[in-house]
């Protein structure tokens, strides 16, 4: 018997399991959470059992295939145009209202919204607060519900077993060496088959590979802040603002219809309105205060003391630096709306960032986005204009007109 490949198979296997929990985890509550909010709860009641502008969500998914939820999540007119059945019936229910497609969503993505779905139609909450049914703990985390401690207590079993075959191995070894007469003076002990050579030289193999894994894993994930919603000097309320008072997003940051950026407002934006506002619906006197002392603006002589300080707002959205991305040509020419990318701001109390914008996220806009061709901006492309009052297209997308070149975006 070959001792040392046996050693190096359960190793190997040890391995396996580590990697296939880093690749292969489980279902994540906390993020399937996190999502719902951001995707789902503007339609689906977060009860999840009763209606809402679409349907309750809990046993939702037990009469479709995986494939088909990722499909219909991502885009469901596709479904309901290729007659899938259960597509059909909820598009016939709820008519005309569609449901929008989240085509930035990934596999593991839904199965997060499914796995949180689940959770709370079963136990009507999560987390869950032990001291009685149906009682939402203010706590985070991932709760008893994660099935984490599993996976690493089958990789702490299986190292044990590795360990104690090793043993064996190692004395049938000896035993089969002194029935030949062969037997070494020493046996062989555990420290010395664990810091041989072959073993060591698995281990630094090992440790690299997993160190490459962690490494790409944590590199593809570099920068993404989806969610973020940083605390700000001042407490604006959006939802107040673009919401209650139906103030443009334009008004405030004028810069996205002309130029590359969209620009964080001025204070003296801010004062066009509040010179004469003083306190707002709650009684915000204090955050009020914070703009006349940036702006330099005494209330009681009602007049400018030129003592202006900046506020050192916290941007939100970054984009890496070799990353071009230019806001008049989406909001002007592509006539692209605000929430597309930055989600429901009029109903934001504090702003967070609603989209990945991730390159896969942009690249699969551009390929499903129809070009407004009822402005000038396009009028150049006359054989598009053709082909469209010819029937042999019926629209042009995004990517028609090299929105997928890499020298858009990277140049």
């Keep these: 018997m070959n001792g040392k490949r046996l050693i190096i198979k359960l190793l190997s296997l040890v391995v396996l399991m ?13 993020a399937g959470k996190k999502l719902f909010k951001l ?30 939820i990722y499909e219909w999540v991502r885009n469901s007119r596709k479904l309901i145009d290729a007659g899938h059945p259960s597509a059909v019936k909820i598009w016939n229910e709820y008519k005309p209202t569609a449901m929008d497609p989240f085509p930035d969503l990934t596999d593991a993505d839904i199965d997060n919204i499914m796995a949180y779905v689940d959770e709370v139609g ?3 909450c999560y987390p869950c607060s032990t001291e009685g049914p149906g009682i939402t703990s203010t706590g985070g985390g991932s709760g008893s519900s994660s099935n984490k401690w599993l996976y690493w207590l089958l990789f702490g079993i299986l190292a044990v077993l590795a360990v104690v075959m090793t043993r064996i ?13 062969n037997a070494p003076a020493h046996r062989q002990t555990l420290k010395d088959i664990l810091t041989s050579r072959g073993v060591v030289s ?22 993404r802040q989806q969610a973020y919603a940083p605390a700000q000097p001042i407490e604006f309320s959006h939802k107040l603002h673009a919401g209650v008072h139906k103030i443009d997003c334009q008004y405030c940051h004028d810069g996205a219809r002309r130029s590359k950026h969209a620009v964080i407002p001025a204070v003296s934006t801010c004062m066009n309105c509040h010179r004469a506002v003083q306190e707002g619906p709650t009684g915000n006197k204090e955050e009020i205060a914070k703009i006349y002392e940036a702006a330099g603006f005494d209330v009681e002589k009602n007049a400018y003391t030129g003592e202006e ?39 934001m109390d504090v702003v967070e960032q609603y989209a990945p914008l991730s390159m896969g996220w942009c690249v699969n806009c551009h390929r499903e986005t129809e070009v407004q061709f009822d402005n000038e901006y396009y009028d150049s492309w006359e054989n598009y204009h053709q082909d469209i009052k010819d029937n042999k297209m019926d629209k042009v997308t995004v990517s028609d007109v090299g929105g997928l070149e890499c020298q858009k975006c990277h140049y």
């Design 122 to 124: 079963d136990k009507g």
């Design 202 to 223: 698995f281990v630094i193999f090992a440790l690299v590979v997993l160190g490459g894994y962690t490494t790409a894993n944590n590199a593809i994930n570099f920068g």
């Design 39 to 68: 995707k789902c709860a503007t339609c689906h009641n977060k009860n999840m059992k009763t209606k809402l502008t679409g349907p309750p969500l809990a046993g939702w998914s037990k009469n479709w295939t995986r494939p088909d």
């Design 169 to 181: 191995v190692a004395n049938l070894n000896h035993m089969a060496l002194e029935a030949q007469g």
């Design 309 to 347: 300080k900046p506020i050192e707002w916290t941007k939100i959205h970054n984009l890496p630096d070799h990353v071009y991305f230019n806001h008049s040509q989406h909001v002007t020419v592509g006539k692209v709306e605000c929430q597309t990318c930055h989600g429901k701001v009029e109903e």
């Design 18 to 30: 580590f990697v296939s929990v880093g690749a292969y985890a489980q279902t994540d509550l906390d």
